[in-house]
T-cell receptor, first 118, second 118 residues
Framework: AQSVTQLGSHVSVSEGALVLLRCNYS??????LFWYVQYPNQGLQLLLK??????LVKGINGFEAEFKKSETSFHLTKPSAHMSDAAEYFC????????????????FGAGTRLAVHP | GAVVSQHPSRVICKSGTSVKIECRSL??????MFWYRQFPKKSLMLMAT?????????EQGVEKDKFLINHASLTLSTLTVTSAQPEDSSFYIC??????????????FGPGTRLTVL
């Protein structure tokens, strides 16, 4: 079965510092991986996705993630944190053949709350 | 592009009443939509998959008669919480799927609906 583990429920960084949010996955088939961001009382916004093309994926707002098969990881990074990056971040895995009603469903990690302080 | 709306954004109701939540894909057609429930400071729990023109597929443990899903068109799915009880209070989020090549589905999320049952 597919699963996602996000290490660290809370991460705190200074403005301008490197952001690193960790995500490890488990999948019996080649995975498709996603990072979503959620601001308070809002839905989820897609940051980036890995779908078996380039292993280094660039997303919106300066975020990027690298797929490392040997480590079963898909960590999210941003070189310089902004105050506006403070939010909840979710890693999710989907996989071909993992169906719910005919379409691939997503399995979400528990989320990591990112705090950015001045 | 890929905008999903939900209505209402907040609803407060008395126990025993039914509440309908709408999910619309505004600029694309979505044959499949998903309904999630999110508890405070928790991850998203998939409730059901809504397929246009057919019955919804419910996840294990989700009561079909409690959470009625209708997907009448390619841009609209509705979730009706019947005879709502205080324990149904939660944040409900829908997503609509765009199918990519080789089943690389991407889900785009609505802004969520906060349901409070008194």
């Amino acid at each position: 079965a597919q699963s996602v583990t996000q290490l660290g429920s809370h991460v705190s960084v200074s403005e301008g510092a490197l952001v690193l949010l960790r995500c490890n996955y488990s999948s019996s088939v080649p995975p498709y991986l996603f990072w979503y961001v959620q601001y308070p009382n809002q839905g989820l916004q897609l940051l980036l996705k890995y779908t078996s093309a380039a292993t280094l994926v660039k997303g919106i707002n300066g975020f990027e993630a690298e797929f490392k098969k040997s480590e079963t990881s898909f960590h999210l990074t941003k070189p310089s944190a902004h105050m506006s990056d403070a939010a909840e971040y979710f890693c999710a895995v989907s996989a071909p053949g993992f169906f719910s009603g005919g379409y691939n469903k997503l399995i979400f990690g528990a989320g990591t709350r990112l705090a950015v302080h001045p | 592009g890929a905008v999903v709306s939900q209505h209402p954004s907040r609803v407060i109701c008395k126990s025993g009443t039914s509440v309908k939540i709408e999910c619309r894909s505004l600029d694309f057609q979505a044959t499949t939509m998903f309904w999630y429930r999110q508890f405070p400071k928790k991850s998203l729990m998939l409730m059901a998959t809504s397929n246009e023109g057919s019955k919804a597929t419910y996840e294990q443990g989700v009561e079909k008669d409690k959470f009625l899903i209708n997907h009448a068109s390619l841009t609209l799915s509705t979730l009706t919480v019947t005879s709502a009880q205080p324990e149904d209070s939660s944040f409900y989020i829908c997503s609509a799927t765009i199918r990519g090549p080789a089943s690389t589905d991407t889900q785009y999320f609505g802004p969520g609906t906060r349901l409070t049952v008194l």
